[in-house]
């Protein structure tokens, strides 16, 4: 069974420039989740879907990041416009639900790096 | 969100068992204890979870105190495999409210294993 997929793997944009991060969850995934992670700490929750519903935006730094996840199924995080401070890995990782017994499952992450 | 405080590292060598202890004294009644790990360059991967009871599964045991204040990983033959950052995450059960299912990581254990 293929793994949670994200595109790209690194992305290097000047600052001030947008950017966007894909995912494709595991089939049958119905909830989401978008991660960010600096470097020697863990991740952080940034934003979490229940099919095409985001349910959990709170940590979401709305002036300049947004989200989608059409159909229920594929997300995109988008950045506009990049700062320094963004360059982290964005993980993406889903699972069957939300609740205990659903382990999430990550994908490998993107590493940005803003110049 | 209740926290979690584990050592910064650890070290073991191949082979010998690793105990990896977890202090969680804020814990509630209804948050479920999570072991995540991540290896050098990927996502975290699930290894365990439990509530009250101690756990086993093929990746490794997990003793609960009988206070829940603190559990501990153990993982029974260490390889170098499994040299990565171990979190020790307390997930909201269903009273949780909008942190229902939640995993909110910490800095973690940095394990290494020697040959």
């Known amino acids: 069974e293929a793994g949670v997929v994200q595109s790209p793997r690194y992305k290097i944009i000047e600052k001030k420039q947008p950017v966007a991060f894909w995912c494709n969850p595991i089939?049958?995934?119905?909830?989401l989740y978008w991660y960010l992670q600096n470097l020697g700490q863990g991740p952080e929750l940034l934003i979490r879907y229940e099919n095409e519903e985001a349910v959990d935006d709170s940590q979401l730094p709305k002036d300049r990041f947004s989200a989608e996840r059409l159909k229920g199924v594929d997300s995109t995080l988008k950045i506009q416009p990049a700062e320094l401070g963004d360059s982290a890995v964005y993980l993406c990782?889903?699972?069957?639900?939300?609740?205990?017994?659903?382990?999430?499952?990550f994908g490998p992450g993107t590493r940005l790096t803003v110049t | 969100d209740a926290k979690t405080t584990q050592p910064n590292s650890m070290e073991s060598n191949e082979e010998e068992p690793v105990h990896l202890p977890c202090n969680h004294s804020?814990?509630?009644?209804?948050?479920?204890i999570h072991w995540y790990r991540q290896l050098p360059s990927q996502g975290p991967e699930y290894v365990i979870h439990g509530l009250t009871s101690n756990v086993n599964n093929r990746m490794a045991s997990l003793a609960i105190a009988e206070d829940r204040k603190s559990s501990t990983l153990i993982l029974h033959r260490a390889t170098l495999r499994d040299a990565a950052v171990y979190y020790c995450i307390l997930r909201p059960g269903e009273s949780g409210g909008t942190s229902y299912g939640k995993l909110t990581f910490g800095q973690g254990t940095i394990l290494t294993v020697h040959p």
């Open positions: 089939s049958g995934h119905n909830t």
């Open positions: 804020t814990i509630s009644g209804t948050d479920y």
């Open positions: 990782a889903s699972s069957l639900g939300p609740g205990d017994g659903y382990e999430q499952y």
